[in-house]
């Protein structure tokens, strides 16, 4: 069993840790059409990569002589699996990713005595154990709090209500939803008009990058007033596949997949090196809406 649970980590881990310098020797071999050089690289490559494992491993036998320590050891490193556990399975989005982590800090806290009391033979280890895991104790309560709210934020997982010179910010979603050709139209003449950038979102509704940048970045009250200043903001669905309209946004603006960000300056014209794909936090964010905004 142990053999058959190495053999499948070493598939699941290794193909993704290992996966780009092997594309790198094969796509090096295909230029240059050496054998040889490709097969002493990938025999270096071997003996380098094993060669660090095997001194880990004998350095963490060295470590671990005692039974006590080597249990230690691997309950240590079994939690920290778990925690690998949890954020894999919060990718399928079945359940609130906050309730996983409040759950898993609880445990962990609740294994290392929060709930306990100290006595007064208590060491000053046995007291520092404790006060940190009263903290995760504390912060696993907030996250499931969180959770039951609805709240995606690690980080912050209670409700934010951000309150600016009298005026209470509102969550909602900062884009206006946008379905054809000439809805688009419509809006790009309305930013012409006002002399403001326009920034265009595409989207799906089961894109995890997605969620998180509705959830933590579009929340953010420097994003949202940039936006609402100096931005005419639409948003592109791209859920429905099958949708004609939907396709001719998408191939007006060349767009592969989710998240997609396009922006259009003042006169109408879309600016192609501004384009960009993926996650960017509300810091980043706001610093490129600022940037093209100038």
């Known amino acids: 069993m142990v053999f058959l ?19 790198f020797f094969y796509l090096w071999l295909f230029l240059t059409s050496d054998a040889v050089l490709g097969a ?10 094993g060669c660090t494992v095997d001194t880990f491993r004998l350095w963490g036998r060295t470590c671990t002589q005692s039974r006590d320590v080597d249990g230690q050891v691997k309950y240590f490193f079994g939690v ?27 445990g962990i806290a609740i294994y290392l005595g929060a709930t306990e ?8 280890w046995q007291r520092l154990q404790k006060a940190f895991a009263t903290i995760v104790l504390i912060w696993g309560t907030l996250l499931l709090i969180g959770a039951g709210y609805g709240e995606h934020n690690l980080w912050k997982p209670l409700p934010q209500t ?12 900062p884009f206006s939803n946008i379905a054809n050709m000439l809805e688009y139209e419509t809006k790009r ?8 950038m326009m920034i265009v979102f595409f989207y799906t509704d089961t894109c995890p990058v997605c969620k998180r940048l509705k959830a933590i970045t579009f929340k953010d009250s420097r994003v949202r007033q940039e936006l609402n200043n100096n931005y005419i903001a639409v948003a592109v669905n791209m859920s429905d596949k099958s949708d004609k309209y939907i396709t001719q946004i998408k191939e007006k603006f060349q767009v592969f997949g989710p998240p997609s960000f396009v922006f259009i300056d003042a ?9 960009f794909y993926g996650y960017q936090a509300p810091t980043e964010f706001y610093d490129t809406l600022d940037m093209l905004a100038e």
């Not at 003449?189 to 403001?196: R, W």
């Open 162 to 173: 951000t309150i600016e010179t009298a005026t209470v910010v509102s969550h909602k979603f």
């Open 40 to 49: 002493l690289t990938m025999f270096a490559f071997g003996v380098g990569y």
């Open 80 to 106: 920290l699996l778990l925690g690998v556990a949890i954020e894999i399975f919060a990718t399928l989005e079945w359940v609130n990713s906050l309730f996983l982590w409040g759950g898993y800090a609880v």
């Open 267 to 275: 006169e109408g014209e879309i600016i192609k090196e501004a384009q």
């Open 117 to 124: 009391a100290l006595i007064a033979q208590s060491t000053g």
């Open 5 to 23: 649970l190495g053999m499948i980590s070493a598939l699941i881990l290794n193909c993704v840790c290992l996966s780009c310098p092997y594309l």
């Open 189 to 196: 003449e309305e930013a012409i008009e006002k002399k403001k």
